[in-house]
């Protein structure tokens, strides 16, 4: 089935062709039914928090930069929203920082972990952990299908990326003593609170960005990447995400909402 057609001005049209993209993953069954809701969720945040990449996300992009920069054994765990949004983008993570990819579902089915792997192959990736019998290693007290990983990934990393999670799998990772990065548009969420660096942020925009800095931070000494990262506080990043969006609303509620159509 063809997607109505968005018109070039439409007012919205960024955020309904990213809606476009996740119901194209859908179709092709890299999505999962209930990614779509979760996209919603994660729309919300994004419209209260002005759809842009704010001052206190930039700061956690660098410090996930020069933390997937420094570790010895980086992973980026990829879910079906993640690889629908930004497959290409994940991949030149990947190059540019020597990050492992790793599918690890939520609802997993093994017609979706072998579909987000050709797919993500389809945009350059040379390998794809955690399909089939790869995921056959488990993480200790965790119970979803998430507890499912690679023994050549996500059980020895030190650090991993985990764009769009589930409270339990941040907490279990970090219990683990792994550093986690998470991307979570709703900064009270358990995943945003339990990881170690939190990227307040869409997913479209923060991934790029990750890659742009992590380009950039490439040429930097580990000394100064761990400089950097002694001197990251992710309170204060939580904190502050919340502020933009309080300062927002009090602004918005002090204005004037009300549109004439006729100008
Ligand atoms: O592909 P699977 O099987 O692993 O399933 C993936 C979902 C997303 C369905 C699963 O992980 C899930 O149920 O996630 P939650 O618990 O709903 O959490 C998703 C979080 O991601 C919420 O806090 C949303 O606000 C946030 N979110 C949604 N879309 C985006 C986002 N954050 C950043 N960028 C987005 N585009």
Redesign the pocket.
């Known amino acids: 089935m063809m997607a109505a057609p968005i018109p070039p001005n439409h007012p919205r049209r960024e955020s309904l062709l990213?809606r476009e993209r996740l119901v194209e993953g859908f179709r092709r069954g890299l999505?999962?039914v209930?990614?779509l809701?979760?996209?919603g969720?994660?729309?919300c945040?994004?419209y209260l928090l002005g759809e842009e990449t704010t001052p206190p996300a930039r700061r956690a992009i660098r410090a996930a930069a020069a933390a997937l920069l420094v570790a010895e054994k980086p992973v980026i765990s990829v879910?079906?929203?993640t690889a629908a949004?930004v497959p290409r983008e994940i991949v030149e993570l990947s190059r540019v920082t020597g990050a492992a990819i790793e599918v690890?579902?939520?609802?997993?089915t093994r017609e979706?972990e072998e579909a987000i792997a050709r797919w993500l192959r389809m945009h350059g990736a040379s390998e794809v952990l955690g399909v089939g019998e790869d995921a056959s290693a488990t993480i200790p007290e965790l119970f979803s299908e998430?507890r499912r990983v690679s023994p050549r990934g996500i059980l020895v990393a030190d650090t991993v990326l985990v764009?769009?999670?589930?409270?339990d799998r941040t907490e279990a990772l970090r219990a683990m003593g792994k550093t986690v990065i998470a991307?979570?548009?709703?900064p009270l969420?358990r995943?945003?609170r339990a990881a170690n660096i939190t990227i307040v942020?869409?997913?479209?925009r923060?991934v790029p960005l990750l890659v742009e800095e992590a380009r950039r931070m490439r040429g930097l000494g580990k000394r100064r990447l761990e400089e950097m990262l002694r001197g990251y506080d992710n309170n204060a990043v939580l904190q502050e995400s919340l502020r933009i969006i309080l300062e927002r609303l009090r602004r918005l509620s002090s204005s004037r909402l009300v549109i004439d159509p006729r100008g």
Do not use: K, M, W
């Open positions: 990213v999505v999962a209930e990614g809701i979760a996209h969720r994660g729309e945040f994004d879910n079906g929203n949004l690890n579902l939520f609802y997993r979706r998430r764009p769009l999670e589930d409270g991307i979570d548009l709703n969420s995943t945003a942020d869409n997913v479209v923060a």
